[in-house]
């Protein structure tokens, strides 16, 4: 039982998706897209944007459709829906963002596979009202927003010397290819784990 | 009805799936005509940049477009080609561009081409779209590397891209290029789309169709 629970609702969730039950290095999901898309800080921020309001807005329009959904197709239901608002995060960025949909090509579209999602619809949403679940989908976001842009601002200083896309490091800095690539966000990420669990369990432990 | 029936699985199934086609399908039809122009747009660029023509002050890439560029449609029942050839400028010292693409390393890759009329010269290269690795591949769309055809000269007709200093072949006499250190892959299939656009070139040229 984490301490977060003593709280207002709203406030623990927020609490919870952020620290305690953090979607990435805690409940280890959404991993695919922290190797794909951390090595440049911008396509990281947006992004990570897309699978909080994707989540938001799958958790909330799930949640108030849940009575009706039939058990037997209740995956196919979820699927349906988080694939209805990436489409819409799609569409949008295309008409209303080229240069952005271009640099994220095809990332947009592996939103849809995201386990945020459809774990927080499956966890969450189900047993919970919409508004509540729209936050917790929202802050399960913010959660995985925060550390894939610790482990974007590392990977893109080294990589490129830059942070978000001003350079920064000059021109002499020789660039760490390897940072580049997807292999430095496994070290990265089970570094940002290994570091932030310990600090949990400290935590912890402090409070007993 | 039963919440479990099979009637009331598959007529939900049916009615929620129909719903929301319907919006997507509404949200679609509300963005086409933007989307649209912002691909319009994005060409037009591309083929401006290659042409090595900037539009003037307080005019926007569409309106330079118009005022510089001619498209010439391919003749119906011509063989080998469907995209149409850009011209910029006039006779001898024209300017043409077409859209070349193929298969990089992981995706497709597009690019706008840009000759003189003799097709002895290269007068730029403009990519337009490509899926390589962020940061190795994914640098054929950086400034460096594409500065790098702007009036490159063709040794037999071809370029060359090979190993270099990794910033940028200085030479434009030599039909060489430097490739992008760490990205042997995604050059050589950049070399194989420019070659192959600047043979269909030579074809039009041949044939007549570059005056």
């Known amino acids: 039982m984490s301490p977060a629970k003593k709280r207002g609702a709203a406030a623990s969730i927020l609490v919870d998706n952020l620290w305690w039950n953090n979607p990435v290095f805690v409940q280890v999901l959404g991993i695919c897209s922290t190797l794909a898309v951390t090595n440049n800080l911008s396509n990281t921020l947006i992004m990570t944007t897309g699978v909080s309001l994707a989540t938001a807005f799958s958790s909330a329009t799930l949640s108030a459709m849940n009575k009706a959904i039939p058990a037997k197709v209740r995956m196919i239901v979820q699927v349906l829906v988080i694939s209805f608002y990436v489409i819409i995060i799609d569409i949008v960025l295309r008409a209303y963002l080229p240069e952005v949909s271009r640099s994220l090509g095809p990332y947009v579209g592996l939103i849809i596979t995201n386990c945020i999602i459809m774990g927080r619809a499956e966890a969450f949403a189900r047993s919970n009202p919409p508004a509540l679940s729209f936050w917790d989908g929202l802050t399960s976001g913010l959660g995985y927003m925060a550390v894939l842009v610790a482990i974007a601002v590392v990977r893109e200083l080294f990589g490129f010397g830059s942070f978000a896309g001003v350079p920064l490091l000059g021109p002499r800095w020789t660039s760490w290819t390897i940072m580049i690539m997807a292999p430095s966000a496994f070290f990265l990420l089970a570094m940002a784990m290994w570091g932030l669990k310990t600090l949990q369990e400290r935590m912890k432990g402090g409070k007993r | ?211």
Not at chain 2, 33 to 61: T, Y
Not at chain 2, 66 to 93: D, F, H, K, N, W
Not at chain 2, 184 to 207: P, Q, W, Y
């Open chain 2, 1 to 211: 009805m039963k919440k479990d029936s099979i009637a009331y699985t598959v007529g939900f199934t049916f009615v929620v799936c129909a719903a929301f086609v319907f919006f997507l399908a509404l949200a679609n039809e509300l963005t086409k005509d933007r989307v649209a122009a912002n691909q319009r747009l994005a060409e037009r660029r591309a083929i401006l940049a290659a042409l090595g023509a900037e539009p003037g002050p307080g005019e926007s890439a569409d309106e330079a477009y118009l005022r510089l560029v001619a498209e010439i449609r391919p003749e119906a029942g011509t063989p080998g080609r469907a995209s149409p050839l850009y011209r910029l400028g006039a006779g001898e010292t024209a300017a043409y561009a077409a859209s070349v693409s193929g298969p990089g390393l992981w995706g497709g890759i597009s690019a706008v081409l840009a000759v003189d009329a003799q097709v002895s010269r290269i007068v730029g290269l403009e990519l337009v779209s490509q899926n390589e690795t962020p940061g190795l591949g994914g640098r054929i769309g950086e400034a460096w590397f594409t500065a790098q055809f702007r009036g490159e000269a063709l040794s037999g007709g071809r370029i060359r891209v090979r190993q270099g200093s990794g910033s940028g072949d200085p030479d434009p006499g030599n039909g060489e290029l430097d490739a992008v250190t760490g990205a042997t892959l995604t050059s050589a299939a950049v070399e194989r789309i420019v070659n192959a656009g600047l043979a269909s070139f030579e074809a039009l040229r041949d044939g007549g169709k570059l005056r």
